[in-house]
Structures are given as C-alpha cells and as structure tokens.
C-alpha cells in the first residue's frame, strides 16, 4: 500500500475541488466535477468507447460492446425525465444529419481509434498511463478537427439530411417521432426501438464472442478479468480506518455495470442542469486554434478559415464549459489511479518509436476530421445522439465498428509485414 501515492491523489483531488470553487463560476464549476466524475468512472472501471471494438477485434471480448448498450438504453431511459411534456426544441438535443458525412465520418474515426487506442474520451484518460503518445494523438486530433471547420460549416453533405422527421424537419430523425399518436407522446415507442436496437447488438456480440471462444481465439483482457475475480466485500468486517476498507473503497476495479450506473446518473445530471449532453471533441479543434495564436497567427484570419467566432479561441481558456469538462476528465482519471495506487506504476516507460508515432499522426487526423463530418465523436456522434433519440446514433455505431474493424485488419498486416 503505497501511502504517498495515495494521500497525493486526495491532496490533488481537494485543490481541485477548492481552486475550481474559488476561479470558476457554479456553471462552470459544475461542468468540473462532471468532468472529475467521467474522468473516474471511466478509469475506475475499464470503460471506454475505443476499447468496444478493438478488445473484441483483438482478444475476443465483447463484455464492454455489452456493456455500451447498457448504459445507452439506460441513458436514454433517463432522458425522458427532461423530454417528455417539453418541447425538445427547448434543450440543445444532438439530433444529428444522416448523410455521407455521417458515414464516412464514422467509418474514419472507427480506423482512427483502431491504431490510437482511444478516441475523444479516451485520450483524455490516456494521459493517466502516458505522455508523449496522447499528446501526439491529441495534436493531431486537433488538427484533424481545426482543418475539418469549415467543411463542417459549408458542406450540404455534411449539414444537411437525407431523412428526417417533423420535429427536426431537414435536420434528422427523432425517434418519438415515428410514434406519434401513441401513448407517452411517441417516448413509449421510442424507448422500445431503443431497446430493441440495443438487444440486437448485444445478442451479435454475444454470438461474436461465442464464436471466438469455440475457435479458441478467444485471449480476453487483464481489466476484465480482474473484474470477474472480485469478489462481494463486507465493509462491517473490518474497522472503517483499515487497509481492507480503504482497498475496497478506492483501489478493488469498479465492474462495468457500477460504472455504467455512475455514468448515467452523470449523463443524467448534465442533461438536466445544462439542457444538453456529453460532447467532448469541438474544444480540441478550439486548442489547436489557440496554438496557432500562440505562435504568432492573427486570430481574425484563424477565425474566418474555420468559420467560427474568433472569442471561440481569444476567450479566457476556462470560461469555457467543455474545456473545463474535458481538463476535468484528465484529472479524474489521473485521481483515480493514484488512490489506486496505480498511477506511478502503470505509467507506461515504452518508447515511441518513429513508424508508431507516424501511425499515431494518421490515426488522431482520422479521428479528427472525422469528427467534422460525422458532427460528433463517439459521444458527440454516439451516447449523447442515442441517449436523444437520434436514428444517427446508431447508425453512426455500425460505421464506426465497420471502421475499426479495418482499421485492425490493417494493423494487422502491417505489424506482419
């Protein structure tokens, strides 16, 4: 049990919570700790977006896609608290286009985390284990995303729908839509397709790993299978001040249903303050802006190439909800292990060599454009879209898998080459 590494992660934790107190305003602070509780939870219990398609690719698993369609349902679920008797145009909902740019948005941002290993999120709790190889992610990534602007802004394949239905008319389907007339205003219906799309996936994955263990390919993963080995702890046991409670409450892995459940309630609680859910991959783009500022760029012409306003990348960097978030998350996870007492040891010492750092380049630009065109990234373009009912969300899904899947293959052969 290593006592400093723990005792730095509660010091660091509590400057956080009284710094963020005193600079930020409530809003903003707000946006802070969800960031600290994402940031957690995703590292707490092994939870990534990424990792769906690349730990089945790769070992077999298909526990996290199963997982995944837990808490999109449930989230969605939950949505309906603030929808339903409201008008939806009410709330900032990520009812997103479906058109080219949603496939081939999808399909790029699928390979790119094949070879990054993570994907908006997920660099973000990247930084937790490494440096030098996140920080080239999210360079790139943000540059992908910077270049991406005024396509995003300009292109009819990206902006506009081929589909779409009377409450976001030229803009997407909404699911309650399909079910107007019927009871709950069309949330019933909705939250049963919801459901059922869901159950579809899961019963693939479930046939997909069946098939990988009869094979005997199946190889599964180190986190899980911690997960599978913890067993019940009796917090009465043992005195509240002990090794063994402290183990229990900061150190044993969450399983992946706990941190489903946290992050749900999260989901839940920034839908409700904030009229809008989980984005995380726009402020990348913003900092690659301000780093051309940095370097001496004129920020009127930074601001008329990406069609944004230029206080998008002048203004005070933690005035900004989602920079606040997303810096959020990194400390979260960053907490996470050194109460762990994971941190130091999990720092990853592997060097970078120079062909992984070209493929790193490729892959955060991938995701980054890809981000422009599919409006999102995997909770920009996938959890927030399903958790509102957006037909987008899964379709954004099967591109993205299709995507990893490539880009894996790919992977594979060069590593064989």
């Known amino acids: 049990m290593n006592a400093k590494e723990h005792l730095s992660g509660f010091v660091l934790l509590g400057l956080v919570l009284a710094l963020g107190g005193i600079a930020l305003d409530s809003m903003i602070f707000f946006r ?13 219990s092994a939870l990534g977006f990424a990792g769906s398609v690349n730990r089945a690719y790769r070992a077999g698993s298909t526990k996290l896609m199963r997982a995944l369609m837990l808490m999109f349902a449930a989230t969605a679920v939950a949505s309906v608290a603030f929808l339903y008797n409201q008008d939806p145009h009410d709330m900032n909902l990520w009812v997103n286009p479906i058109n080219a740019g949603l496939i081939v948005g999808g399909l790029m941002f699928g390979f790119g985390m094949s070879f990054a290993g993570c994907c908006a999120s997920g660099v973000l709790t990247y930084f937790s284990s490494s440096l030098t190889r996140p920080a080239l992610v999210l360079f790139s990534f943000g540059m992908g995303v910077f270049l991406g602007f005024p396509l995003q802004a300009q292109e009819n394949w990206i902006r506009e729908s081929w589909i779409s239905t009377a409450t976001y008319e030229g803009k997407g389907v909404y699911l309650p839509d399909l079910f107007a007339g019927t009871p709950m205003d069309g949330y019933l219906g909705a939250i049963l397709l919801t459901v059922l799309f869901a159950g579809i996936v899961t019963w693939f ?44 409450l900061f150190v044993r892995r969450w399983s992946m249903t706990t941190g489903v459940a946290v992050i749900v309630v999260l989901f839940t609680l920034m839908m409700g303050v904030t009229g ?9 783009g913003l900092w690659f802006g301000r780093l051309l500022i940095a370097v001496g760029m004129d ?55 120079g062909r992984e750092a070209v493929m790193l380049v490729i892959a955060g ?19 927030t879209p399903i958790a509102n009912f957006s037909l987008s969300g899964w379709i954004f899904l099967v591109v993205m898998v299709a995507g990893g899947v490539f880009g894996n293959q790919l992977g594979k052969r060069l590593k064989n080459a």
Request: aromatic content about 12%; some cysteine.
């Open 32 to 44: 802070l700790v969800i960031g600290l509780g994402l940031g957690y939870a995703l590292t707490r």
């Open 276 to 284: 809008a859910g989980w984005g995380a991959s726009t402020p990348f």
């Open 205 to 248: 994955a479930h046939r997909y790993e069946r098939g990988r263990r009869r094979q005997d390919t199946f190889i599964g993963v180190a986190s899980e299978k911690e997960q599978l080995e913890n067993t019940p702890h009796d917090l009465a046991a043992h005195p509240f001040f002990s090794r063994e409670t402290y183990h229990a």
């Open 365 to 383: 630009l991938a995701m980054g454009l890809g981000t422009r065109f599919a409006n999102g990234c995997n909770v920009g373009a996938l959890y």
């Open 299 to 353: 920020p009127m012409n930074i601001a008329a190439f990406t069609h944004r306003p230029v206080q998008a990348f002048t203004m005070p960097f933690f005035s900004h909800p989602i920079n606040v978030q997303n810096i959020g998350i990194m400390l979260g996870s960053v907490i996470s292990l050194l109460l762990a007492g994971r941190f130091f040891s999990g720092m990853s010492r592997l060097r970078l060599g």
